[in-house]
C-alpha cells in the first residue's frame, strides 16, 4: 500500500533562495549556508500540500542532506512553522558524498526496513535528485526555484485538490479545520498555479 510522501527540505519546503549565495560560484562555504537554515520562509504551496496529505491520513516523511547537525535547528523550524510530520531523516554526516548519493542510499536502508512499493512520491528540486529519484522506479514533482512552476506542479496541485474533495464526499460534515485547510489550498492553488478552485461548501 502506497502510503508515504518524501519531501525534501532545502529548496523544497523551505526557501532557501536568501542564503544560496553561499554555496555558488568559487569560494562556497556550506557551513554557513547550513547553519542559517532557520532563517528560511516556509514554500507555501509545498506546506498546503503536507497539510492536505496528513489530513488525507499519509505519512509524510522529511528527507534532507542536510547535516546531523543541523537537527535542533531544523526541528525548531519545523515547530515554528507548524510543519507536520512523522519522520525527520538528516543524511550528511562528516562526508562530502553528492545529495543524490545519500538520498539513493537512505532509500535502499529505509525500504529494508519498511518494505518495498509505500511511497506514493516525492517532492523535491535539484535535477539531479529528481533524476535519481525516478531512476529509482519512484514519481517525483519537481518544486521549481522560486518564481517558477513546471508542469509537474501543476499537476501536484490537481492531486492535492481531488484529495480534499474525496474527503468531502467521504465525510459527512466539513469540520473548522477541514474547512479552513480547503480555503488554504484554494488560495495557493489561485495565487501560485493561477488554478481556480470552488470555495468549500458552508
Known amino acids: 500500500m502506497k502510503d508515504t510522501i518524501v519531501v525534501d527540505l532545502d529548496g523544497t519546503l523551505s526557501d532557501c533562495s536568501a542564503r544560496r549565495y553561499l554555496v555558488e560560484g568559487q569560494h562556497r562555504d556550506y557551513e554557513a549556508f547550513h547553519e542559517r537554515c532557520d532563517q528560511d520562509p516556509v514554500n507555501e504551496p509545498v506546506a498546503t500540500t503536507i497539510a492536505?496529505?496528513?489530513?488525507?491520513?499519509?505519512?509524510?516523511?522529511?528527507?534532507?542532506?542536510?547535516?546531523?547537525?543541523?537537527n535542533e535547528k531544523t526541528l525548531a523550524w519545523l515547530q515554528k512553522n507548524e510543519i507536520a510530520f512523522h519522520e525527520l531523516f538528516l543524511l550528511r554526516g562528516d562526508g562530502s558524498e553528492?545529495?543524490?548519493?545519500?538520498?539513493?542510499?537512505?532509500?535502499?536502508?529505509?525500504?529494508?526496513?519498511?518494505?518495498?512499493?509505500?511511497?506514493?512520491?516525492?517532492?523535491?528540486?535539484r535535477q539531479k535528485v529528481v533524476d535519481t529519484w525516478r531512476a529509482l522506479g519512484l514519481t517525483c514533482f519537481q518544486v521549481a526555484?522560486?518564481?517558477?512552476?513546471?508542469?509537474?506542479?501543476?499537476?501536484?496541485?490537481?492531486?492535492v485538490l481531488d484529495?480534499?474533495?474525496?474527503?468531502d464526499r467521504c465525510g459527512p460534515t466539513w469540520s473548522g479545520a477541514y474547512r479552513e485547510l480547503h480555503e488554504r489550498v484554494r488560495k495557493v492553488c489561485s495565487r501560485a498555479l493561477g488554478l481556480e478552485v470552488k470555495r468549500a461548501p458552508q
Open 145 to 159: 526555484s522560486y518564481n517558477e512552476q513546471p508542469k509537474s506542479m501543476v499537476t501536484l496541485a490537481r492531486l
Open 52 to 70: 492536505a496529505m496528513i489530513m488525507a491520513r499519509f505519512r509524510i516523511v522529511l528527507v534532507s542532506a542536510r547535516p546531523s547537525s543541523t
Open 98 to 125: 553528492p545529495d543524490q548519493d545519500l538520498k539513493k542510499q537512505w532509500l535502499e536502508d529505509w525500504e529494508e526496513a519498511n518494505g518495498k512499493g509505500r511511497i506514493l512520491f516525492v517532492l523535491d528540486d
Open 163 to 167: 484529495l480534499v474533495e474525496e474527503r
